[in-house]
């Protein structure tokens, strides 16, 4: 079983404050959510791949493996677990997806590349690297261009990052109608929450993207239990069946 889009279209991907939590996530969820759980938590491979084989279990594989906040030097764990944990998501930074797929050994995990924006509409940053993140020159190219790439090293989605919400809403315009234009997945990513959850998802439907994993963090998670809240789960599917 892959990833299980609500009408084909849309998944919802949170973050898991432990196992339980994940299984209430995924029933309220209606197993419509890839749920993550970060390579970050962890002090080291062998305990992410024994404690991320329990996520897989309750999850039946809609485990979303993370970096953690974007963090790219997380990049090569998320590799490493790659290698024992077949989940059906992985983070991932631009660079690294060639690296991730082959380490996977399939064909149907979906594995994303962390582009993040630019400042110009149309326009993408590729180099989200844990060296290349800092370079004085960052890599800025055509959204289409980036997406071509994606599909070389064997990446299946944007992940759109950071968003801060709707701070940079023409370039995600831009971003999402190239992903409509190349049949291609779109994870829009940070500052995603119940206030703009709405009007994110709408532009990005009305510009035809044909599937969407929209990650919601911070905002739902509950500060003092570090779960994320099961009424918020709801309220966010009950958006998505409005509009799809």
Not at 23 to 40: M, Q, T
Request: aromatic share 6%.
């Amino acid at each position: 079983m892959g990833i299980n889009y609500y009408n084909n279209r849309v998944c919802l991907n949170v973050l898991a404050g432990n196992l339980k939590n994940a299984e209430e996530i995924y029933e309220a969820a209606e197993k419509h959510v890839v749920v993550g759980v970060l390579s970050a938590s962890y002090p080291d491979i062998p305990s992410a791949v024994e404690d991320m084989k329990k996520y897989m279990e309750v999850l039946e594989g809609n485990l979303s493996v993370g970096l953690g906040g974007g963090n790219p030097a997380q990049w090569k764990a998320v590799a490493d677990i790659a290698k024992e944990v077949k989940a059906n998501h992985f983070n991932q930074v631009f660079s690294a997806v060639g690296y991730t797929r082959a380490n996977v050994e399939n064909e149907t995990s979906h594995i994303n590349a962390l582009v993040s924006p630019s400042g110009t509409p149309g326009m993408v940053k590729i180099s989200t690297g844990p060296l290349s993140k800092d370079c004085e020159e960052p890599a800025f190219i055509p959204v289409d261009t980036a997406i071509t790439m994606i599909k070389e090293m064997g990446g299946n989605s944007i992940k759109f990052f950071p968003m801060n919400g709707l701070e940079c809403r023409e370039e995600l315009k831009a971003v999402a109608k190239a992903c409509a234009r190349h049949h291609f997945v779109l994870e829009p990513t940070g500052g995603i929450g119940p206030e703009n959850f709405r009007e994110i998802m709408e532009i990005i439907l009305e510009a035809g993207v044909e599937k969407v994993i929209p990650h919601i963090y911070s905002s739902i998670i509950d500060k003092e239990s570090g779960n994320t809240k099961v009424e918020e789960i709801k309220k966010l599917l009950a958006v998505i069946k409005e509009l799809v």
